[in-house]
């Protein structure tokens, strides 16, 4: 018997920062799983805060969350946009109330605040988010990873090494597959 193919959805949009989309991206293609990229247009180019680009595979308004075994979301200044958009804050909600693999590193912090799945969670995320994680009812530490059930976050891209390192431990971990 076969099993289903591991299947992601890195979430974009313009302003993401660079490092935080492509190398989760790619690191996360390692290991044999598929990545789509997922905005609120399909077949987009989004664009970095740093001038890469990547071409969406899917609108957001065209997924589930029961697709998915995990949800990254990059920081920059794209979870701000990311917020303006329905579609894509059900999208986060639902894959935490599936209990699936939640990643967002920098400001992807301001999703999750949106989407109200930090409340009673403990998490880091960039400097200036801090306050806003405290208020929507979370717990901020400056470490550069924090582990909280299905919730995996990070700080800045200097902290990638770490953040990369623990997501694939916990995606293989939920999935059954090695890391």
């Not at 409340?119 to 960039?126: D, H, N, V, W, Y």
């Amino acid at each position: 018997m076969t099993m289903p193919a591991t299947r992601i959805a890195l979430l974009l949009e313009d302003g993401y920062e660079d490092s935080e989309a492509i190398v989760p991206y790619y690191r996360l293609q390692e290991p044999g799983w598929k990545v789509d990229l997922v905005a609120p247009e399909a077949g987009q180019t989004y664009r970095g805060k740093n001038g890469t680009t990547l071409k969406s595979t899917h609108a957001a308004r065209g997924v589930r969350a029961a697709d998915y075994d995990a949800v990254v979301v990059p920081g920059g200044h794209a979870p701000d946009r990311m917020r303006r958009f329905p579609e894509m804050v059900a999208l986060v909600r639902e894959a935490n109330a599936q209990g699936k693999t939640i990643a967002a590193i920098c400001h992807a912090a301001q999703l999750l605040i949106e989407a109200d799945i930090v409340r009673g969670r403990t998490l880091t995320c960039f400097s200036s988010v801090k306050t806003d994680v405290k208020n929507a009812g979370g717990t901020f530490v400056d470490r550069e990873v924090v582990v909280d059930s299905n919730l995996v976050t990070s700080r800045v891209p200097a902290d990638l090494p770490a953040f990369m390192s623990e997501l694939v431990k916990v995606i293989g971990a939920r999935v059954g597959a090695p890391a």
